[in-house]
């Protein structure tokens, strides 16, 4: 018999080729998302026009960055740290969306 259709993916090409590609890829991802959002924090804090949206996304490059966290304590054997970070990072990150899309004040005058 052959094999079974899932089984041609663990086999050694494909399995070496997604374990070396996994961190570039998350890497690539995790930049963008943690660095766009510190980007926009700090134009909003430097603008002083929407400080609420500065804290949100500050919030929520928190919040992505702590599964990573998570991911790197769980190597070391403690699963149930990944668990708890994961949720602690969406807590973060639905901190983050509060206080972006919420009303803010703005000031008269922005900073240049």
């Given at each position: 018999?052959g094999?079974r259709?899932l089984e041609c993916?663990?086999?050694?090409p ?23 959002a ?5 134009r ?6 929407m400080?609420h949206?500065?804290v949100?996304n500050?919030l929520?490059?928190?919040?992505a ?16 740290t990944?668990?708890?970070?994961e949720?602690?990072g969406?807590?973060?990150i639905?901190g ?6 919420r009303p803010?004040k ?5 900073r240049?």
């Amino acid at each position: 018999m052959g094999k079974r259709p899932l089984e041609c993916l663990h086999s050694s090409p494909f399995r070496n080729r997604s374990l070396a590609e996994t961190p570039l890829i998350n890497g690539y991802a995790a930049l963008f998302l943690v660095g766009g959002a510190v980007f926009s924090s700090r134009r909003f804090a430097r603008e002083g026009t929407m400080l609420h949206r500065a804290v949100g996304n500050a919030l929520i490059a928190i919040g992505a960055i702590m599964p990573g966290i998570g991911g790197i304590v769980a190597k070391t054997g403690t699963i149930e740290t990944l668990y708890i970070t994961e949720l602690t990072g969406l807590i973060f990150i639905w901190g983050g969306y509060c206080a972006c899309v919420r009303p803010g004040k703005r000031s008269k005058s922005p900073r240049n």
